[in-house]
């Protein structure tokens, strides 16, 4: 099974996953952010599960459906969820902000182990390719946005933890000089992806995901 057959119900499926993939992963930092007093998110009604209130048309539609039907592959964002991470730290320091960072990707592995254990079944117990399509689609989306994410590199969410641990470990100055870095950061990651490194840089997402698909 994989993204390569190109057709209408396959695309469909695989695009209201990786909407519920990365739609939830916002939800997840606005969550996790009220809980530590800031209502930023909440107010603004971006703790809605209605995906219209998330999604970006270039990088939840555009940018995926043409990625996958020229590459067999893919991938996207959501509008990223406001967070006013002063009132987060205020209320629950800097472990609060980690805490806040890592919301999506827990999100994202603990749905990717969901949807994993349910295909499982679903390929002995219900035998619907559509639905495994989807299950599949789910788990392996879940998948590389977690693992991509935990990667430091701004303004992935592993570089904004990266910034509050140098910080709880006492290093300010190399935490602001880190901050600094985060405009900069997609300009960085675009020239990962278009050196002759890019292949290195995705060995762990790649590495993983063969080994969960292998346990199918």
């Known amino acids: 099974m994989g993204f390569t057959n190109f057709n209408s119900i396959e695309i469909l499926t695989i695009v ?8 939830g992963h916002e939800i997840a930092h606005g969550y996790i952010a009220y809980k530590f007093g ?18 970006d048309p270039l990088g939840t539609i555009i940018i995926p459906t043409m990625m996958y039907m020229t590459t067999g592959l893919m991938f996207g964002w959501a509008k990223p969820v406001p967070v006013n991470i002063n009132t987060v730290i205020r209320n629950g320091g800097y472990k609060g902000a980690i805490a806040v960072a890592l919301a ?10 969901l949807a ?13 390719e559509i639905l495994i399509e989807f299950l599949y689609a789910l788990t392996a989306l879940n998948l ?15 570089s904004k933890a990266f910034e509050y641990i140098l910080k ?3 290093f300010k100055k190399l935490s602001d000089y880190y901050a600094d870095m985060q405009r900069y950061g997609f300009i960085l990651l675009v020239l990962i992806l278009i050196s002759p490194f890019k292949e290195s840089f995705f060995y762990p997402i790649d590495f993983v995901l063969k080994k969960i698909i292998s346990l199918l």
């Open 116 to 128: 994993f254990f349910v295909l499982k079944f679903t390929k002995t117990a219900v035998p619907n």
């Open 168 to 170: 709880i470990l006492g």
């Open 144 to 158: 590389i946005l977690a693992i991509f994410n935990l990667y430091p590199i701004p303004p992935l969410d592993g």
């Open 38 to 55: 800031d209502n930023t998110a909440k107010i603004l009604g971006r703790l809605s599960i209605n995906p219209i209130r998330h999604i």
């Open 16 to 23: 209201t996953a990786l909407i519920i993939a990365i739609v």
């Open 104 to 113: 999506g990707i827990a999100y994202n592995l603990l749905l990717a182990a």
